[in-house]
């Protein structure tokens, strides 16, 4: 016979068990996107050696009573968002839907291939729920660099060597609107080329220029960096990416670092 006291029990039992499945979902998943919940919304890959591939989870969580489609609207040759660590299908572009109260786990995998160019990337994966595309995406980052095995094969006898005495510049202060001028020294000092592939800067208001990307063995070229200090105030850290064809430096940075009155 069951008992108030027994309908009390299993009542209690229940709404821990499902009260504390709801609320796990609910922390794990905080970052909202029309009327899901995602536990994560942008992807920091750092840097990635280029014939590499890397892989982070994320779950989307459902909170509300009727069942809602999703669907991954951008289509990245070089993205993929699964459902199985192993599964070869790439779920971009396809609409399947989440259950009421429930949440499913997906994976999103970045494959640089060795022809990639190097560099940093930032795409956007917009999301497309019950027919509408949100402005606020999934954000994927990461810088891709020359793969040093691959750059040793390429080379055969001998490689490029990038040599920079000194790759961090200091200044006490600068008065808000001065250009702050610095020159670099770049010297090969390997057997073949150096290639500088790439020059990328963190931020329009440092300019940076060099006579020609081809550094002969021995010889040395002079980079030289402009930084704009107008309307920045406090203290400031810029980076300065070179990427090259040496193995033992495909990405090389340069730091400025200072305070701006």
């Known amino acids: 016979m069951v008992t108030y006291k027994k309908v009390i029990f299993y009542f209690c039992i229940s709404f821990l068990f499902f009260g504390c499945k709801t609320r796990e979902f609910t922390d794990e998943c905080k970052y909202p996107i029309g009327t899901l919940l995602f536990s994560k919304i942008d992807f920091e890959f750092g840097e990635m050696y280029t014939g590499t591939e890397r892989i982070d989870s994320f779950r989307v969580y459902n909170p509300m009573h009727q069942d809602i489609k999703l669907r991954f609207t951008d ?76 750059l040793l094969r390429q080379n055969g006898k001998g490689y490029p060597e990038l040599t920079i005495v000194r790759d961090t510049f200091l200044f006490d202060s600068v008065t808000d609107g001065r250009e702050w001028r610095v020159s670099v020294p770049i010297k090969n000092t390997g057997e073949q080329p150096l290639l500088i592939r790439r020059i990328e800067t963190d931020c329009d208001c440092v300019v940076s220029e060099m006579e020609g990307k081809m550094i002969l063995p021995g010889e040395e070229k002079v980079l030289k960096v402009t930084f704009d200090t107008m309307g920045r105030t406090g203290m400031q850290y810029r980076v300065i990416r070179l990427y090259t064809n040496a193995p033992r430096s495909p990405l090389k940075k340069v730091i400025l670092r200072g305070y701006i009155s």
Request: hydrophobic fraction near 40%.
């Open 75 to 150: 289509t990245l040759p070089y993205v993929n968002i699964v459902r199985e660590l192993r599964d070869t299908v790439n779920y971009t572009g396809v609409e399947f839907e989440i259950a009421a109260k429930e949440s499913e786990l997906f994976y999103l995998k970045l494959s640089v291939a060795y022809s990639f160019p190097v560099g940093s990337i930032k795409e956007p994966v917009h999301i497309d729920i019950n027919g509408n595309v949100f402005v606020q995406p999934l954000g994927v980052f990461t810088t891709v660099v020359e793969n040093p095995e691959n």
